[in-house]
T-cell receptor, first 117, second 110 residues
């Protein structure tokens, strides 16, 4: 049981480049989400999904796209990277929306550190 | 819009001290509040969950309280140890998402 796996762990991009951060979970979780963490600002929700084929915007969705073609995978795409997207990105999943109890406690990946020059 | 604030931003204490971390939120109509721990370079681990109808939860040396009417929660750590050094974050549930505070960086010196 690998839990939530994020790749890559580190990435450096130039302004304007595009890339995809991968997130995969093997726990049959319906709910998956992407957060970014910046110093002094905590975690902010980018996009989330309550099941395959369903996605919704979080607090800071601009500049990012997501898709959920399978239950296991929830990739985050940066369309045209900007220095403001330099951050640490976390993927998290749970069986249902994060109610915090039992199976709905969020499981986090180890993070992907992105630098945009 | 729900906003979550954590005070202090950083805290350094000697081993063995009891300590309190604070979390406040602007909208008292919350479903629940959670405390997480984050170690450097790692993801978050859930520590305690308090439902909106509860006043406190305990797990080992950790005790979390919730006062919805004043929009506050505290995390009490008893007899702190160097292994408690980490960033502690609180989060409140808003619909299908969690709203996080910026965290308190705790350092326990041996």
């Amino acid at each position: 049981n690998a839990g939530v796996t994020q790749t890559p762990k580190f990435q450096v991009l130039k302004t304007g480049q595009s890339m995809t951060l991968q997130c995969a979970q093997d726990m049959n979780h319906e709910y998956m989400s992407w957060y970014r963490q910046d110093p002094g600002m905590g975690l902010r929700l980018i996009h989330y999904s309550v099941g395959a084929g369903i996605t919704d915007q979080g607090e800071v969705p601009n500049g990012y796209n997501v898709s959920r073609s399978t239950t296991e995978d929830f990739p985050l795409r940066l369309l045209s990277a900007a220095p403001s997207q330099t951050s640490v990105y976390f993927c998290a999943s749970s069986y249902g929306p994060p109610k915090g109890s039992g199976a709905n406690v969020l499981t986090f990946g180890a993070g992907s550190r992105l630098t945009v020059l | 819009k729900q906003e979550v604030t954590q005070i202090p931003a950083a805290l350094s204490v000697p081993e063995g001290e009891n300590l309190v971390l604070n979390c406040s939120f602007t909208d008292s109509a919350i479903y629940n509040l959670q405390w997480f721990r984050q170690d450097p370079g790692k993801g978050l681990t859930s520590l305690l969950l308090i439902q909106s109808s509860q006043r406190e939860q305990t797990s080992g040396r950790l005790n979390a309280s919730l006062d919805k009417s004043s929009g506050r929660s505290t995390l009490y750590i008893a007899a702190s140890q160097p292994g408690d050094s980490a960033t502690y974050l609180c989060a409140v549930r808003e619909g299908n998402k969690l709203v996080f505070g910026a965290g308190t960086i705790l350092r326990v010196k041996s």
